[in-house]
């Protein structure tokens, strides 16, 4: 008994310092928190007729919900006996990471190698990174989960990308997942999926992503009491 309530103890308290090692203060990052990703994606679709939202595959190990701008990674498949010092970009990343970023890690022709596990998750939780997106694999998923740590990934799988890929670079514009990202583009992702919003658009994408939330949570309450859904998208203009 006692070593159960020390487990969960430790986790909550993981919890806690991730939380507090999330940075406040920016009303244009916590907006991005706060709106759906469906309107997100819906929101730049809108305003440029842009595809913004990752492939179906892209799926959390756990219910998440985070925002953050974009650190990139990208991994080069490549046979070599060269061991870890090949990837030691892949943690440098990590180390040199603002709290609240996103991890973006892109494998060519991943979905057989596992991006980052626990080890790498941990370090990302208490540098205080947001969360992670893995365009490939990932491993050790009882301790990630464990960690309560948000990551996106297209898969589940045992391996290691050690003497596998090589570490192309960092903050360079990579394609995950079929989206183009850039360092510093805002990363959405909640359940529904995740979404890129081009830094320099995010301020008028937000505010649509915002009326879009708007209007669809007002439209529950009528739907509730008149029972049609015909009358709600007539009334609000929103499917």
Known sequence: MKRILLVAGMVVLGAALWLMAQPAG???MQGFREVEVASVADAME???GQRAYMS????PLSAAKFAGPAVTVLMKKEEHKEGSAASAGMLDAIDAANPGAVYVMVLEDGGDYAGIGGLMATAMKYRGLAGAIIDGSVRDTPQIRKLQFPVF???VVPSTTINHYRFAGTNVP???AGVRVNAGDIIVADE???AVVPRARATDVLKKAQDLDNTEHSM????EKFRSIKEAVAK????
């Open 56 to 59: 179906h595959e892209m799926r």
């Open 26 to 28: 920016d009303p244009l």
């Open 192 to 194: 529904d999926g995740v």
């Open 153 to 155: 990934s297209r898969g």
């Open 236 to 239: 609000f203009g929103r499917i």
């Open 174 to 176: 990579v394609t995950c």
């Open 220 to 223: 529950l309450p009528f739907i």
């Open 46 to 48: 809108q305003l440029y």
